[in-house]
C-alpha cells in the first residue's frame, strides 16, 4: 500500500524567506511524486512531479522540490517566499504500476506568508 | 485551466435523498476520478473510471455509485445522502499515460 505523510499542519514564513514544506512517502516499488496547490474555494492546481530522472524537480510559480530515495522523502521549496503563496499544498504519491494509476494525498499543509 | 467542469457547484439536501453530482471534460482523457475532501484527511478517492463503462472502487467507496457511459461525462451518484457525505467533491482527469491528474473547481454538499 502506498502512503503519504506531511508532518507540519501549518507552516508561517515571513515574506522573503525560504519557504519548505515537508512530504515523506511510503510504496512498494518505484514512486511517482507530485505537488499540488489550493487556493481557497479553488480546486487544486498541479505545481510539479517527480517521475524519474534529475532529483531535483522545478515547477510553476518558482516552486522545486527534491527527490530523496534514502529518506524518502519529497520536500517542496521556494527560496524567497511570497505572501500570495498562502494556500494549502498537498503532496501525493504513486506507485509506478498502482492499478488504475491511484494517487495517495497526504492530509495537506496550510502555508501562511507573512508580509 | 483543464477544460473540466463540475455542476452543481453548490447543493444543499436533506438526509435520504438521492444525489447526483456531474463531471464533464473537454480534454478527451481516458482517466476520471472522483475525490472527497474533509479536513485532515486530505483527499480521498471515491471511484475512478479508466474508460468508457469502466470502473473501480476507490478507499471510500461505501454509499456511492459511478457510471460513464461517454468519454466526457462521469457522474457520482449517492443513492441516499446521509449527514457523513457532507464533503467538497472534486474531479480529476488524466489523459492515457496518466502521470498527472488535473483537477476540476469542486462542489460544495451539504447534507442536512
Known amino acids: 500500500a502506498q502512503s503519504v505523510a506531511q508532518p507540519e499542519d501549518q507552516v508561517n514564513v515571513a515574506e522573503g524567506n525560504p519557504l519548505t514544506v515537508k512530504c515523506t512517502y511510503s510504496v512498494s516499488g518505484n514512486p511517482y511524486l507530485f505537488w499540488y496547490v489550493q487556493y481557497p474555494n479553488r480546486g487544486l492546481q498541479f505545481l510539479l512531479k517527480y517521475i524519474t530522472g534529475d532529483n531535483l524537480v522545478k515547477g510553476s510559480y518558482g516552486f522545486e522540490a527534491e527527490f530523496n530515495k534514502s529518506q524518502t522523502s519529497f520536500h517542496l521549496k521556494k527560496p524567497s517566499a511570497l505572501v500570495s503563496d498562502s494556500a494549502l499544498y498537498f503532496c501525493a504519491v504513486r506507485e509506478i504500476q498502482a492499478a488504475g494509476n491511484k494517487l495517495t494525498f497526504g492530509g495537506g499543509t496550510r502555508v501562511l506568508v507573512k508580509p | 485551466d483543464a477544460g473540466i467542469t463540475q455542476s452543481p457547484r453548490h447543493k444543499v439536501t436533506e438526509t435520504g435523498t438521492p444525489v447526483t453530482l456531474r463531471c464533464h471534460q473537454t480534454?478527451?482523457?481516458?482517466?476520471m476520478y472522483w475525490y472527497r475532501q474533509d479536513p485532515g484527511h486530505g483527499l480521498r478517492l471515491i471511484h475512478y473510471s479508466y474508460g468508457v463503462k469502466d470502473t473501480d472502487k476507490g478507499e471510500v467507496s461505501d454509499g456511492y455509485s459511478v457510471s460513464r457511459s461517454k468519454t466526457e461525462d462521469f457522474l457520482l451518484t449517492l443513492e441516499s445522502a446521509t449527514s457523513s457525505q457532507t464533503s467538497v467533491y472534486f474531479c480529476?482527469?488524466?489523459?492515457?499515460?496518466?502521470?498527472?491528474?488535473?483537477f476540476g473547481p469542486g462542489t460544495r454538499l451539504t447534507v442536512l
Open positions: 480529476a482527469i488524466s489523459d492515457h499515460r496518466a502521470d498527472t491528474q488535473y
Open positions: 480534454e478527451n482523457h481516458r482517466y
